[in-house]
């Protein structure tokens, strides 16, 4: 069955390092990929998609690495500030349909 | 752009009681809007795509009499949780795209926490 793992327990960094967060998928062969913030309480923000046919995409402090070899993506906030601390939610198409399916999450802590 | 409005922000009723719940972009049509379910910790659980004037398309295991979705117009989505019950509580949160197709993200609304005594 199809799978996106994402680490359960959440990452813990200090302000201004950079944090790396992993998505692992299992069985699928998704044409996308996107990353999503999520607050306690309030609903997902996009942040970035990036494509099967690119390795890498930046947006500010923000950085998307996608393997379809490994079938991995990673997620980097460099410089990161408490405010970065939320949920990160990866999502991937279903393979012939437009419609995501969502990972459970990792939560970020940053400390100042 | 792209803002999607839910509301309420949170229900609290006894079991029973029959729920609605708006969707609406504010700033954008929407030919098709989704339904999500999340628990604490949980990954969103897809339970139906709205499509605008015509039925709704429910997910294995989502009971579409329990859950009603209306999408009258491009821009508004409702659910109608029936005859809601203490299992019933969660968070259900809606969203929509923008234009169609694979490389349009979602658009989420702030999500509706729904406690049924």
């Known amino acids: 069955s199809q799978k996106i793992e994402q680490n359960s327990e959440a990452l813990n960094i200090q302000e201004g390092k950079t944090a790396t967060l992993t998505c692992n998928y299992t069985?699928?062969?998704?044409?996308?990929l996107q990353w999503y913030r999520q607050d306690p309480g309030r609903g997902p923000v996009f942040l970035l998609l990036i494509r099967e046919n690119e390795k890498e995409k930046r947006k500010e402090r923000l950085k998307v690495t996608f393997d379809t070899t490994l079938k991995q993506s990673l997620f980097h906030i460099t410089a990161s500030q408490p405010a970065d601390s939320a949920t990160y939610l990866c999502?991937?198409?279903?393979?012939?349909?437009?419609?995501?399916?969502f990972g459970r999450g990792t939560s970020l802590i940053v400390h100042p | 752009g792209a803002v999607v409005s839910q509301h309420p922000s949170r229900v609290i009723c006894k079991s029973g009681t029959s729920v609605k719940i708006e969707c609406r972009s504010l700033?954008?049509?929407?030919?098709?809007m989704f339904w999500y379910r999340q628990f604490p910790k949980q990954s969103l659980m897809l339970m139906a795509t709205s499509n605008e004037g015509s039925k709704a398309t429910y997910e294995q295991g989502v009971e579409k009499d329990k859950f009603l979705i209306n999408h009258a117009s491009l821009t508004l989505s409702t659910l109608t949780v029936t005859s809601a019950h203490p299992e019933d509580s969660s968070f259900y949160i809606c969203?929509?795209?923008?234009?169609?197709?694979?490389?349009?993200?979602?658009?989420f609304g702030d999500g509706t926490r729904l406690s049924i005594l």
């Open positions: 700033d954008f049509q929407a030919t098709t």
């Open positions: 969203s929509a795209s923008a234009g169609q197709g694979s490389n349009q993200p979602q658009h």
């Open positions: 999502a991937l198409d279903r393979g012939g349909s437009y419609i995501p399916t």
């Open positions: 069985n699928y062969s998704p044409a996308y």
